[in-house]
């Protein structure tokens, strides 16, 4: 009998609500990652649409992602149901981190993704539509923004603030934006191309090819065939790296 080797596929989880569950979306940045990382790692999507940090909080210490993040509600109030006080919401960030260490993942594994910008006027629209009033405000999406980035900092974590670059030189983020809070295409193009230059280099250390010598878990198939056939089992791993898509 073959002796077999397994083969160990690191993943890399994204964890949010809706602005994640979307990027699996065509032409989302989840699947443009995901695309990125074929035959390198597996990109599992744990986006919860409508979620809080204070929900994520409970799922991460209940097991449900096991290895696991979320993007927060901020409301003037508005919604008193989803809304989590800004306080609140910098030490749900802090406890997923520590969470997150007790099962084996370090900070540097971390990326904290802050909310992007708010643009009202489209948003308001959409809450009209729903029979609502404006419930949310750029400024006050910035705040908590800031408080993640200040968490991610403390923590040792990484952050990618999508408030601060989406607006930076005062250039026009609407266009960033399908609806004035989710994103549009070229907002997932935008979020996809700051992100992996933040995890490009976390996965430099993949493993190669056994006989290749390429970035890939598994060489190709064609001049391989038996090698596979009698050499590899198919074994997931624990999880590479982290995304928390915070809002």
């Not at 802090?94 to 007790?102: Q, V």
């Not at 935008?190 to 598994?218: A, H, K, N, Y």
Request: proline share 5%.
């Amino acid at each position: 009998m073959s002796k077999c080797r397994a083969v160990v596929w690191p993943k890399v989880l994204l964890f949010g609500d809706s602005i994640t569950q979307f990027s699996f979306q065509p032409n989302g940045w989840g699947a443009e990652i995901a695309n990125k990382l074929a035959r390198k790692c597996d990109v599992v999507n744990r986006g919860l649409s409508g979620y809080n940090s204070r929900w994520a909080r409970i799922m991460a210490s209940d097991s449900y992602l096991n290895l696991s993040v979320h993007r927060e509600h901020i409301a003037r109030n508005k919604n008193p149901q989803q809304h989590v006080p800004l306080q609140e919401y910098s030490e749900n960030l802090k406890e997923l981190i520590k969470i997150l260490a007790s099962a084996g993942v370090s900070a540097d594994k971390i990326i904290f993704i802050t909310p992007p910008p708010i643009h009202e006027p489209a948003w308001e629209k959409e809450c009209i539509l729903k029979g609502c009033a404006l419930n949310r405000a750029n400024a006050v999406t910035g705040q908590y923004a800031q408080a993640c980035v200040e968490a991610a900092g403390q923590s040792g974590a990484d952050v990618l603030d999508l408030w601060t670059l989406m607006q930076k030189e005062g250039q026009d983020f609407t266009e960033y934006l399908c609806d004035g809070l989710h994103l549009s295409q070229k907002g997932n193009q935008f979020v996809s191309e700051q992100l992996w230059r933040l995890l490009q280099r976390r996965v430099e250390d993949c493993p190669l090819s056994f006989l290749t010598g390429q970035m890939w878990i598994l060489p190709t198939l064609r001049p391989l065939c038996s090698v596979i056939d009698t050499d590899f089992t198919y074994q997931p791993s624990v999880l590479f790296g982290f995304f928390f898509a915070i809002q």
